[in-house]
């Protein structure tokens, strides 16, 4: 009853509005929220301005357990650098992977995908044959003869991974716009003598945006993850820059002498995967159109 | 003076699976200027398909032959430019369902302005301007402040007005209103009716109303052409339609509309059975089965559209009082 009051008295309330209201009240998506912020601001300030650089070598502390010692709070690496740094600089480049991938695979997905679906028939038909095809090649083998063809360069690293995971991004917007080509207002939008291009813009990508949205959120941890993989297969970030997935890839290999080298950026790894999906989650039951 | 719609042997088929349907088999009609014509049938007799081909707007696995001339131009099956150049400036159409037919991500004001800007080339502001004065015509309440809302704050009512209003911004010479006060509760009805008439008078706009309320056809329309399973089955102005119907589904159709006096104590008058699938049309009359004066001949031959009287046509064998 007081929800339903307080929407009528807003003046002119955006969906958007409204979305971020319901967001905003949703526990796990907001503490989510936050902790990415926290985690996002530390990833920027840590490495520069944090006790030690992440190639400091301290040749007292090789290997130590987390401590208050000399301020290793995290412990130091098999040479002696401070995990701490290491652990945000990982968080910096993992993040920064995430995002960016899911950028690229987001501004390739979204426009082949509204395409396909508003103009729908046979080009249509033909363009989603072609990503079945893509989708029966595996992902990480894709992703390997990409990164072996273009070299390490960390530009080119969230460049092949984009364009790999577009696929599904595509698939989403395209039976969006299939269903919403259906309703009336398309047919209206037409019969007003709107240009394809004004109704793709104006009518198709604003109608898809929530479930892209949703998607969104969970395709930065699986590409963070795709990341992580191929840095543990050595395939990613080169010595001395590192990511998670590389310090779990070393952490992994002095497991039993130093556990903390591997349960450190895992369980930073972790976190962040939850809280991309309870964000994701959250994202959902904001913009559900069943809920307004 | 040509009529200012003009459209001969329009047919629309579509393709579905096991075979083709024929939804609009060879329509003829005309509309002059300023003058308001009525299509009456029932669901499924063609009258949305046959105006929806008209403006270019069939789902892609139907098709249109014949040919639809506007202001003698031809513009069946005319590429889209072409068509977007007249759609929604010359030709506007009024939907049926208020609820889905605007965007709902688009605030009112901005749906509004894009028609202007993309049709008439004005400015942001005059666009902004011209629609609030189309919204106070159309006795919006509040349209300033609701050119800000997005369509679902709006109520059902204030949906159609807007959806009128987005026909009437570029002053088309021709509104297509297809069921435009099915969804409206009757006051509303009443009112978006009144302002259809007064628009037809005040300006040459002319009107196509396709309804299946005899009614909505009483009040505006000058002329009346009834569809039956895609066909036209009669046309008259509406004064002959209402007074001498000389199709027995017009007939049937005028007793099947209960007035305000009518008994509650009485059961409403139903055609019995049901419209003829459109892929198995049968070889005569298409209305025979249903008919209560059919003849053996009517089941065998079909009849055409023929003239009765000054202006009015009727495809029947049975003749009528006239």
């Given at each position: 009853m007081a929800a339903e009051s307080s929407s009528a008295n807003r003046l002119g309330t955006s969906i958007w509005r409204d979305a971020i209201y319901r967001f905003s009240v949703n526990r796990a998506a907001m503490l989510s929220f936050w902790i990415i912020i926290i985690l996002t601001g530390m990833a920027i300030v840590i490495p520069i301005w944090g006790p030690h650089t992440l190639d400091a070598v301290d040749w007292d502390r090789?290997?130590?357990?987390?401590?208050f010692e000399n301020q290793h709070w995290f412990g130091t690496d098999a040479n002696g650098r401070d995990m701490f740094v290491r652990t945000m600089y990982g968080a910096r480049i993992s993040l920064t992977i995430g995002v960016l991938t899911t950028l690229v695979a987001l501004i390739i997905g979204v426009t082949y995908g509204a395409i396909a679906g508003y103009f729908g028939g046979r080009v249509d038909a033909v363009m989603m044959r072609m990503i079945d095809v893509l989708y029966a090649v595996p992902t990480l083998f894709l992703v390997i003869i990409l990164v072996s063809a273009f070299g390490n360069n960390f530009l080119l690293i969230f460049i092949s991974i984009g364009a790999v995971e577009w696929m599904t991004l595509a698939r989403i917007v395209r039976g969006q716009a299939l269903a919403i080509r259906q309703k009336e207002y398309m047919e209206a939008a037409r019969a007003l003598g709107l240009p394809a291009s004004r109704i793709l813009m104006q009518y198709i990508l604003p109608n898809v945006i929530g479930p892209v949205v949703v998607y969104v959120t969970l395709l930065i941890p699986i590409n963070i993850i795709v990341e992580s993989y191929l840095s543990f297969l050595g395939l990613g970030v080169q010595e001395p820059f590192t990511s998670w997935g590389r310090l779990i890839a070393q952490g992994a290999a002095e497991m039993e002498a130093a556990p903390w080298l591997l349960l450190i950026p895992a369980a930073f790894l972790t976190l962040t995967m939850f809280c991309f999906n309870f964000m994701g989650d959250g994202l959902r039951d904001a913009l559900d159109p069943k809920n307004r | 003076m040509p009529p200012l719609l003009r459209c001969d042997d329009l047919s629309v088929r579509f393709n579905v699976r096991g075979g083709v349907i024929d939804?609009?088999?060879n329509v003829h009609l005309a509309v002059s200027r300023g003058e308001c014509l009525g299509v009456l049938g029932e669901s499924g007799s063609g009258k949305s398909q046959c105006f929806l081909a008209i403006m270019g707007l069939l789902s892609g696995n139907g098709s249109a032959s014949g040919s639809v001339s506007f202001d003698g131009q031809e513009i069946l099956n005319a590429p889209r430019k072409a068509l977007d150049r007249i759609r929604g400036r010359s030709i506007a159409m009024v939907f049926q369902d208020a609820m889905s037919g605007l965007t709902p991500f688009m605030r009112i004001g901005d749906q509004l302005t894009e028609v202007l800007v993309e049709h008439m080339g004005v400015s942001e502001r005059s666009a902004r301007k011209r629609s609030l004065e189309v919204l106070e015509i159309l006795q919006f309440p509040q349209p300033t402040r609701r050119l800000r809302m997005y369509p679902y704050e709006l109520s059902g009512g204030m949906r159609q007005r807007v959806m009128i209003a987005l026909a009437l911004l570029c002053k088309p010479d021709l509104i297509i209103a297809d069921e435009p006060t099915t969804a409206l509760d009757a006051t509303i009805q009443a009112q978006v009716l009144e302002f259809l008439g007064g628009l037809k008078r005040r300006t040459e706009t002319s009107i196509v109303i396709i309804t299946h309320d005899f009614g909505v056809a009483l009040e505006l329309c000058d002329r009346v052409m009834v569809m039956y399973a895609g066909r036209v089955v009669e046309s008259g102005s509406i004064a002959d339609i209402v007074l001498?119907?000389?199709?027995p589904y017009t007939q049937a159709l005028f007793q099947a509309n209960l007035g305000?006096?009518?008994?509650?104590?009485r059961d409403i008058p139903t055609i019995p059975g049901q419209a003829p699938d459109l892929q198995r049309l049968p070889a005569g009359c298409a209305f025979a089965l249903r008919c209560?004066?059919?003849?053996?001949r009517c089941h065998q031959l079909r009849p055409e559209l023929t003239k009765r009287f000054d202006g009015h046509m009727a495809a029947c064998f049975v003749e009528q009082p006239q």
């Open positions: 090789i290997l130590i357990p987390p401590t | 939804a609009v088999s001498r119907p000389q199709h305000i006096d009518a008994d509650p104590e209560s004066q059919a003849i053996p």
